[in-house]
């Protein structure tokens, strides 16, 4: 089993920044790869900000290319978000994956971006 916590958000300013934080824990060494997903105000689904797999290999999604950094240390998944503006709006998951398959989700942080 795994547990995720995450810490971080806030209210920021439009182009402000802010870094979010996912700690790991229980059977972490099985933890393939780990992301961050963020589901907006009165959206059901769910989208896909980033990932980072075991060996630091990274994906990102379109809408934060050049704005977001996913980082890993050991157990830890960071999110450096810059340039943010009120469409980033949302409560951020963060997601892991285990060697089976078996995916894992935090329970989330609210990162509200308005003036």
């Known amino acids: 089993q795994v547990q995720l916590v995450e810490s971080g958000g806030g209210l920021v300013q439009p182009g402000g920044s802010l870094r979010l934080s996912c700690a790991a824990s229980g059977s972490i060494f099985n933890i393939a790869a780990m992301g961050w997903y963020r589901q907006a105000p009165g959206k059901q689904r769910r989208e896909f900000v980033a990932t980072i797999g075991r060996g630091g290999n990274t994906n990102y999604a379109d809408s934060v290319k050049g704005r977001f950094t996913i980082s890993r240390d050991s157990g830890t998944v960071y999110l450096q978000m810059s340039n943010l503006n009120p469409e980033d709006t949302a409560n951020y998951y963060c997601?892991?994956?285990?060697?089976?398959?078996?995916?894992?989700w935090g329970k989330g942080t609210l990162v509200t971006v308005s003036s």
């Open positions: 997601n892991g994956v285990d060697g089976r398959g078996m995916v894992y």
